[in-house]
């Protein structure tokens, strides 16, 4: 007969299980999406990707449209959280715009997928999951220029801006043309022109 210690460890189990396939049907879904197109993607193939049946999906997101949104929302949401921790833990301006730069640049060399997902099929969310997308977009951009005017304090924030939304469209580009099979090599020595054309970027 089992003691009362078991049960949550049982349960802590099964979360854990679920937890695990919610995040590849999330994985699979960032693949399938960046290469088809959210519409051209069924919940049978994205299971199937996932590993599940396709009923299944629908014991971790009620319909296809809620995966989109959870990948879209829950990236977006990470980002934000992420540039208020680099900034957070940097002790000069210099340090927290370059450390913006850096974990941008991971983020775009690591969620390429996600990254084309977005740019294709933001518009396909439920309204109001777009508009939460798009907050969490504005606060992150703010987190920039925040960095970015404590760096250049001379600089109209209109200008810090457009810098910042040029360096975004720098880093972001390399989603549509990066390779899977890129070598680690290949991966670092990317990784260094875009944080030296970035620091460019936003101090021209």
Not at 50 to 72: E, I, M, W
Request: net charge neutral; charged share 25%.
């Amino acid at each position: 007969m089992g003691t009362a210690n078991d049960i949550p460890v049982r349960s802590t189990g099964r979360s854990q299980a679920k937890a695990s396939r919610r995040t590849a049907v999330l994985a699979a879904a960032a693949a399938l999406f960046a290469e088809r197109g959210y519409n051209g993607v069924s919940i049978e193939e994205l299971g199937a990707a996932a590993g599940v049946s396709g009923p299944a999906v629908y014991r971790h997101f009620p319909s296809k449209s809620a995966v989109l949104s959870a990948l879209l929302i829950g990236v977006s949401e990470d980002l934000l959280e992420g540039g208020r921790a680099v900034v957070g833990e940097s002790s000069t301006a210099e340090e927290a715009a370059s450390g913006l730069i850096e974990f941008h640049v991971d983020f775009a060399l690591g969620q390429a997928d996600v990254i084309r997902v977005q740019d294709r099929d933001l518009a396909s969310l439920a309204e109001e999951d777009e508009r939460r997308v798009r907050s969490l977009q504005r606060q992150y951009v703010e987190v920039w220029v925040d960095a970015a005017s404590a760096l250049h304090p001379d600089c109209d924030l209109p200008l810090l801006r457009r810098r910042i939304q040029a360096v975004f469209g720098l880093i972001n580009s390399t989603s549509h043309t990066v390779g899977r099979r890129m070598s680690a090599r290949e991966t670092a020595r990317l990784r260094s022109l875009l944080e030296r054309m970035a620091w460019a970027a936003l101090n021209a």
